[in-house]
Every structure is written in structure tokens, then in C-alpha cells.
């Protein structure tokens, strides 16, 4: 249900950017905030209340900052019920992993309707996702990652769902169905380490984090890029394009992190903070201090260990 959601909340993301109406404000600085933020908010609240009604939600933007917004909500429920159907006579969605009972009153939900929004706003729209991830007793279990313009086509939209001992599916907008390969069938070229950092966010910490770590791997050709938007960034290492995502620096809030650690986990990865320490999804006012993730749990370890240094000559998280 929540891929389907997140499928109907990219095409309303989709269809405000084309109407080229975002009504952007700021939050504080550097923070905005559009009309797609906050119409996608509402529809992910109503959605996840009408069919899971005693899970707890928690999301970027308020309701009560949402409860002007509009759209057909006719039309979006009864595509969202088409949806739901169609992902339901998929054989794989079926199996019994997919089929756990959960206790809702364990279970949050985290939710970022559109990751990227100054991506968003100065129209970098490939880097933008949307984001539900369910966390169990503070740990991130399943998540779903919209992308409303996919990397191959702007035109084209994904929605990549997965979790823990589930692995991580692609559906398409044209409802084919792709299983993502697990960390131990993805090797990356010999003697090459790609990282991919924020674009717009971390500033002189990372800089310095980063030419840390060039000099700490002399055998690599050691390739930095950097990409708009967290959920993009630790989407593309789920998907493979890159070797490890890294935000060395305050800043990230759950929403922003839990759905991408799902499906990083799915894919048999590893994600934790720059301490070391696994991410808790527990309250909004939990300081995610720094992130790593990796298809491949020994590098995360690696470059883990490479950090605790940083942190020995003065860099806190």
C-alpha cells in the first residue's frame, strides 16, 4: 500500500512542477517549503490513516500546515485502490516475507513527501524523492522511496520498496516489476571507490571529512559526487551507482534517513551514524549524527574507522 502511495504522491509532485505554481516559502534558511510538500503530506496522512489507522505518523510538514491543501481526492483514492490491486497479483509481493503480522502500536511511520525541495525548487528534479519508512521498536524495517523523474528519463517516474530479509523491488509507471541485486552480486571496478556526498548541505565539514578519507584509501582512485537530496543519495547506493553515501555532519532528521536504511538493509547493506551506532527512529528531536551506508558492510566499517580519526583531531557529529 504505501509503494502505491507513494506512486500517486510522485504524480502530484509531478503535476505541480509542471503547472509551475511551487508557492515556495522558507521554513528558516535555507529550508524550503513548496505547495507539493505539503499536498503530498496530506494525501500520505489520509492514505496511511484509511489503511493502517493505528499506526503513529510522523512527518515533515505538520497537518495542521496541510489541511488547506486540495486535490481530487476522488480520483487519487480510487487510482490508489487500482494500484494497491495490481501490486497485489504480483507473485513476489505475495510471498509469505511479505506477509508478517505487525503490531501497529510498535510500528511509526516517517515521512518526507518531497526529499530535495531546494533540488526541487531550482528544478535539479531528478534528485528528488519521496519517502515513507516504518521503524519497529526505533528501527528502520520497511521503506518506500519514490522517484517522480527517474534518472533515465524525467518523463518516467519509480518507486523502489523493500526491507529487512525482504530484499528491494523497482516498479515502473508502466507496472513492470525489477528486483535490485544483493550487495554480494554488485562489485564495483577494481581499485576504484566512489562516494557520494550532499550537493547543498554539510559545507567546509564535509570538505574536510572527505579529503580525509581521499588520503586514508591510497589504493583507490578515490571519486567524489555529489548529489541533491539524502533519499536520492542513499537510493543510488541501494540501486549501485556508487559505492557509498556519506553526510558527515548534523542535520538529517528520521524522515530523511529511515526509508533509504530500509532499503539499503534490503539489498544486504549497512547504515550508521558517523559514530558508529545504529540510526533510532524514535522522536523528532533525535539528532542523526552523521550517516554512512554501503552496499557492502565492510566498507562502512572502514570508513568508520577512517572517521573515528577525524573526530580524534577535533570533528564532532
Known amino acids: 500500500m504505501c509503494a502505491a502511495l507513494a506512486g500517486e504522491g510522485g504524480r502530484l509532485i509531478r503535476d505541480i512542477h509542471a503547472s509551475g505554481q511551487l508557492r515556495t516559502r522558507f521554513k528558516s534558511k535555507d529550508d524550503p517549503c513548496t505547495v507539493a510538500d505539503l499536498t503530498v503530506q496530506k494525501l500520505y496522512y489520509q492514505g496511511l490513516r484509511r489503511y493502517l489507522p493505528t499506526m503513529t505518523l510522523r512527518g515533515e510538514e505538520s497537518e495542521a500546515e496541510c489541511k488547506d491543501m486540495r486535490f481530487d481526492e476522488t480520483r487519487v483514492f480510487r487510482r490508489l485502490e487500482e494500484s494497491v490491486a495490481r501490486i497485489e497479483r504480483w507473485g513476489w509481493a505475495g510471498h509469505p516475507s511479505w506477509r508478517r503480522e505487525l503490531d501497529l502500536s510498535r510500528a511509526r511511520a516517517w515521512i518526507d513527501p518531497v526529499d530535495g525541495t531546494k533540488e526541487f525548487t531550482l528544478r535539479e528534479v531528478q534528485a528528488v524523492t519521496s519517502l515513507i519508512g516504518v521503524a519497529i521498536d526505533g528501527l528502520a524495517l520497511y521503506g518506500v522511496v519514490g522517484k517522480p523523474f527517474s534518472d533515465v528519463d524525467p518523463h518516467r517516474a519509480a518507486t523502489f520498496f523493500g526491507g529487512a530479509g525482504l530484499g528491494v523491488a523497482e516498479i515502473g509507471d508502466d507496472d513492470s516489476l525489477r528486483l535490485l541485486p544483493r550487495s554480494e552480486e554488485h562489485t564495483s571496478p577494481a581499485q576504484e571507490l566512489s562516494i557520494l556526498t550532499c550537493k547543498h548541505h554539510g559545507g567546509a565539514q564535509t570538505d574536510r571529512v572527505v579529503q580525509f578519507l581521499r588520503g586514508s584509501f591510497p589504493d583507490f582512485k578515490f571519486k567524489e559526487q555529489r548529489t541533491g537530496g539524502s533519499g536520492n543519495g542513499v537510493l543510488q ?42 540510526v533510532r527512529y524514535e522522536g523528532e528531536k533525535y539528532r542523526i549524527k552523521g550517516l554512512v551506508c554501503a552496499r ?20 564532532t557529529f
Open 237 to 278: 547506493i541501494a540501486c549501485g551507482n556508487g559505492d557509498a553515501y556519506l553526510f558527515p555532519a548534523l542535520g538529517l532528521k528520521p524522515w530523511d534517513t529511515c526509508a533509504g536504511e530500509a532499503l539499503i538493509v534490503g539489498v544486504g547493506g549497512k547504515v550508521a551514524d558517523c559514530y558508529g551506532d545504529r
Open 296 to 315: 557492502r558492510g565492510e566498507l562502512v566499517d572502514g570508513m568508520l574507522a577512517k572517521i573515528r580519526h577525524c573526530v580524534s583531531k577535533g570533528i
